[in-house]
């Protein structure tokens, strides 16, 4: 049974950083892609970035693009999203997702297992 527990989020001022962390249980994760993704009140759940865990490949929203790093440690199945220079726009709850195969997703629909997610708050 796939579990996925997003840890990390907090309230930080604008222009801080923040590192989510989302430990993966219960599968052998090695051939899983990764994916975090967000949700703001009154707005569609938005994809922010994803890994392949077996080769580390990686894709980022424009939106987030140099400014966040989705990482992972394969021994500690465990993925890492570096969030720095954090507006007030990237205020949402922040979910970790995972679906076996090795395809990288950007789509909430693509995903078969999620996390609770964990609220960020980014003041001005």
């Known amino acids: 049974q796939v579990q996925l527990v997003e840890s990390g989020g907090g309230l930080v001022q604008a222009g801080g950083s923040l590192r989510l962390s989302c430990a993966a249980s219960g599968r052998t994760f090695s051939t899983f892609t990764m994916g975090w993704f967000r949700q703001a009140p009154g707005k569609e759940r938005e994809f922010v970035a994803t890994?392949?865990?077996?080769?580390?490949?990686?894709y980022y929203a424009d939106s987030v693009k140099g400014r966040f790093t989705i990482s992972r440690d394969n021994a500690k199945n465990t993925v890492y999203l570096q969030m720095n220079s954090l507006k007030p726009e990237d205020t949402a709850v922040y979910y970790c997702?995972?679906?076996?195969?090795?395809?990288?997703?950007?789509?909430?629909?693509?995903?078969?297992?999620w996390g609770q997610g964990t609220q960020v708050t980014v003041s001005s």
């Open positions: 890994i392949r865990w077996s080769d580390d490949i990686t």
């Open positions: 997702a995972a679906d076996q195969g090795g395809n990288i997703r950007s789509k909430p629909w693509e995903y078969a297992y």
